[in-house]
């Protein structure tokens, strides 16, 4: 099992529409939790941290799981300039090391 | 601030020739971090370094050495590139702590025939 899995997409929504992704992790001992947002041929970039308790951020809701091992993102009242590639991604241990997912392709289309 | 820049843009090698990536970050940030990146693959750690003058092998170091001789500068060098080390590659930084936003550079897109 990888140790961080994402429903690779694409995701093809119309603009408006509510959109959720989720994430499954294989490490129980994973203590933080992210989302970034990767744009074709460009670098990853942070969307936002996923905490315990949930958090929002505008139109982005993210959620974690710990009992079931997974994170959410939910993106409401998608824009055209959603489209991209969102990446999930999982800190264990006492590294520094980053583990990340494939990542799931969103279209937003007009 | 120009946040983490990333020396060349794009490069074509033939197989057996060398290079160095430069990454230099402006945030004073601790830790930095060489990515390649695949199709298929995800973003897959090649090395890392969490200070001046010390690095360590990530989860794909083979062909690839680093240097980290100043805080602000993180070096890859290929000394034998081989067709297998086609890639977009990143570097990221990312301060000491209890936090791990990392931040990327736009990325080497490097091509080896």
């Known amino acids: 099992r990888k140790e961080v899995e994402q429903d690779p997409g694409p995701f093809n929504v119309p603009e408006g529409a509510t959109v959720a992704f989720n994430c499954t992790y294989s490490?129980?001992?994973?203590?933080?939790f992210f989302w970034y947002r990767q744009d074709c041929r460009k670098e990853p970039k942070l969307l936002m941290s996923?905490?315990?308790?949930?958090n929002e951020d505008g139109r982005f809701t993210a959620q974690l799981n710990r009992a079931s091992q997974y994170i959410s993102l939910l993106i409401r009242d998608s824009k055209l300039s959603d489209s991209a590639t969102y990446l999930c991604v999982v800190h264990a241990g006492n590294n520094r090391k980053l583990i990340w997912g494939l990542g799931t392709s969103l279209a937003v289309n007009p | 601030n120009a946040g983490v820049t990333q020396t060349p843009k794009f490069r074509v090698l033939k197989t057996g020739q060398s290079m160095t990536l430069l990454c230099a970050q402006d945030?004073?940030?601790?830790?930095m971090y060489w990515y390649r990146q695949d199709p298929g693959m995800g973003l897959r750690l090649i090395h890392y370094?969490?200070?001046?003058?010390?690095?360590a092998k990530g989860e794909v170091p083979d062909g690839y050495n680093v240097s980290r001789l100043k805080k602000q500068n993180f070096l890859l060098g290929l000394e034998s590139a081989a067709p297998s080390q086609t890639s977009v590659y990143f570097c990221?930084?990312?301060?000491?702590?209890?936090?791990?936003?990392?931040?990327f550079g736009p990325g080497t897109r490097l091509t080896v025939t």
């Open positions: 996923v905490y315990s308790s949930g």
């Open positions: 490490n129980s001992a994973s203590q933080s």
């Open positions: 945030m004073n940030h601790e830790y």
């Open positions: 990221a930084s990312q301060l000491a702590g209890e936090t791990y936003e990392q931040y």
């Open positions: 370094s969490v200070g001046e003058g010390t690095t």
